[in-house]
Each structure stands twice: as C-alpha cells, then as structure tokens.
C-alpha cells in the first residue's frame, strides 16, 4: 500500500472503525447473556436438585417423578429467572444430568411416560399402591358423615315469627357448611369476593335443605312415606320459600308440590305460622288497646295478619 502510494479515505477509515466497535460489543454482549443463561440454568437445576432431595427426606412420601412435570417446573423456573427460551428444553439431557446428581434414581418408561423414583422408595410405593382399596373411602365417608350428622342433630331452633339477622348463618353447623362449600369450590384458599358471596349463599341454601330434610332414624318407613320435619330444626330457608311462593301464587298445590321435593314446608305449618303470627297481632292489639274498624262487627286473625303485611 505504500509503495503504490495507498491510502484511507478518511470516512472510509471512521466507518472501519466503527464496524469493529460494534463487531466488539456484541461479541461482548453475546458473551454476557451466555454467562446470564448459565447462571440462571444452574440456579433453576440447583433448585430441582433441593426439590428431589426434600421429597426424598419426606419418610411418609414415596415420591414418583414425572419427567414431563420436572421439565415443566424446570422451565417455569427459567422463564421466571428471566430467560428466554428459544427452543423447548431436553427432557433427555435433563434427565442424564438428574442422573449424574443422584445414581440411584431409577427411571421407568410408561409409554410416553417416564417415571423417576428413588431405590429407597421403590418398595413403598408398591407397598402403597397394593394396599389402596376402595373400603378406605367407604370407611373415611362414614366417619364424616357421623360428624356432620351429629353436628346437625345438636343444632335446634324454631321460628318465632321474624328472620333475624344472619340466621342463615347461625342455622348452619360450621362443619356442614365447610363440607357443603369444599364440594362446591374445592380446597382454595385464594378466592374471589365475587365467587365467595355466590358460593356462601349457595352453600348456606344446600346445607339448610340438608338440615330440614334429616332425620335421627327411619323407623322402618318406606321411601314412599310422606317425610317428617323437625320443627326444632327448621332453617329460615324452607320456611321463607313456603312463604315467598304462598304470597305470589296464593297456591296451595304450589306448596304441597315443593313440600314434597323437601324444598319448603307443608301448606299445612304455613297456615300453622301463620295463625301464631295473626294470634300475636291480636294479641299485641289488646295489649296496646289500639282501636281498629270493624268488618262484619268483628276482626278476625287472618284479616288482622293480612293488614299488618
């Protein structure tokens, strides 16, 4: 270049320059991110490796291991450590590199399905599932239903003529409600406003038609005997529907038709209810001397009921 008497056009030479600078500073970038990637990679493994070992500790687990469910918390983990991943993780590679941490790590293929389990737990975990058998659910859902009913039965209470505050609530065993509730939601501890309010009434409602339709014992009635309710146990629920349809529709079949699918009282203790609360009236009335017109010379309890609602 010299002896032809080359040289740099100035912005040629700055545009050379330029070009390695930038060619350096990825190089330096590319290098800084890889070391970002292995370190977020090693925390996420180091992770893995503490979740196995805490299972493996657990003396009443037998912990069997999906390879699909371990390299899905292993790339939850990653995108959480803020790595972004441009293919899918190895299954395969994760896999060797549990089995270099841990040698006695069995693996067993279902198919599609790779199992992992620890030696000492191989035999618990046969041990467990050769003793599962369907009377363990038969005899857990016996013991709770002696719980449950004995909580109802110890519950009482009548109706005196006016619905209290909360008395749906304080009609309910807490035991009653809580498995009425988990039925519905299942056991979430993080729920919303919104959901909690419609799944409390719908839980309160199911646990009272629960309570208004038990009974101690059968007696040997037949199924297709008309059922007893309890006036002790009666919840504000079958007592308000009874009341709310009779002063819709003034029908008696109505009754006596929601009566027999055990969602209300019978027409008959509605007319009972409501002669006691006419009877109180009148009785109020005499009380405070209160003077009302006559009809025909005289009042009458249901007249009188009919002008105090």
Known sequence: MVAIDGEYHPKCLAALYNRVRQHETSIRHEKSDT??????????????????????????????????EL???????????GV???????????????LDVFPDLQVYNEGRNVKLIF?????????????????????????????????????????NGTFS????????????????DL?????NIKKQSRAE?????SSLAISQLLIFNSVKRSGGRSTAAVSRHNRERECPLPIYLALKIHGETRKRSLVDAFFDIGLCISYDRLFSISTDIANSVCS????????????????TSLQLLLWTT
């Open 197 to 201: 309010r419609v799944t409390k009434a």
């Open 71 to 81: 390299v899905q918390m292993y790339s939850n983990r990653l995108q959480e450590l």
């Open 119 to 159: 030696n000492e737990d191989t035999g618990a975990a046969i041990r467990k599932a050769c003793e599962y058998d369907s009377d363990d659910d038969a005899v857990h859902l016996a013991k709770a239903t002696q719980i449950i009913r004995r909580d109802i039965f110890k519950t009482q209470q009548s109706f």
């Open 84 to 98: 972004a991943l441009s293919s899918k993780i190895s299954s395969t590679r994760l896999k060797e590199r549990l």
């Open 35 to 68: 070391e970002t990637n292995n370190v977020s990679h090693g925390i996420a493994f180091a992770e893995l490796i503490s979740f196995l070992e805490e299972c493996r500790d657990d003396p009443e687990l037998a912990s069997v291991f999906t390879l699909a």
């Open 165 to 180: 505050p909360n008395c749906q609530e304080k009609s309910v065993p807490a035991t009653l409600y809580t498995l009425i």
């Open 284 to 299: 109020r009335f005499e009380e405070d001397g209160v003077v009302c017109p006559l009809q025909n010379g005289e009042i």
């Open 183 to 187: 039925i519905l939601e299942g056991p």
